[in-house]
């Protein structure tokens, strides 16, 4: 199998590869780019642990093919932090103990994000639609929709927002 050429940006940065036809946009962050953040739960796009943001939408990458993505815009966990500085969202699943084992944490974080980019005042029926596509094993959801809230609060303040 012949491979092909691919340009995209990947978390702000312009990449350009070689890659297998056939290769997922979850294999090709994993494998060719070392971006481990997007985990393979399922592999039928069912779990949200892959989840990635792929021209401002969020996917299931196990689910992409990745040599549809020509020219196409991609964020992973490991591109929501600017420096040592954590996003919001992800500060707030620090602060609210939104996740207990992470093997969905990243799917969550970037589920949450996408949101609040829409809704930037999400009521609770709102974050509880807007997060399920991504699926936890461990707990029961409360504090994952906690740090959403908190989250929301976060954004809020550095935008200098009321609440």
Do not use: W
């Not at 056939?22 to 642990?49: P, S, V, W």
């Not at 990458?61 to 991609?74: F, H, Q, R």
Request: aromatic share 4%.
């Amino acid at each position: 199998m012949k491979n092909i050429e691919l340009a995209l940006v990947v978390n702000g940065r312009k990449e350009e590869l070689s890659i297998p036809p056939n290769r997922t946009l979850l294999e090709m962050l994993r494998e060719d780019l070392q971006l481990t953040g997007a985990k393979e739960g399922c592999g039928h796009g069912e779990c949200g642990a892959c989840m990635v943001i792929l021209d401002g939408r969020t996917v299931n990458s196990c689910l992409i093919l990745a040599a549809e993505l020509e020219g196409a815009s991609v964020v992973t966990i490991e591109g929501l932090k600017q420096g040592e500085q954590l996003h919001p969202v992800q500060q707030a699943f620090i602060d609210r103990s939104g996740m207990q084992c992470g093997f969905c944490t990243s799917g969550q974080v970037l589920a949450a994000k996408a949101l609040l980019d829409e809704k930037p005042n999400p009521t609770p029926d709102e974050i509880r639609d807007g997060m399920a596509g991504s699926f936890c094993r461990c707990t029961g959801y409360t504090k994952i929709f906690d740090s959403v809230a908190a989250a929301a609060e976060l954004l809020r303040a550095h935008r200098g927002e009321q609440p």
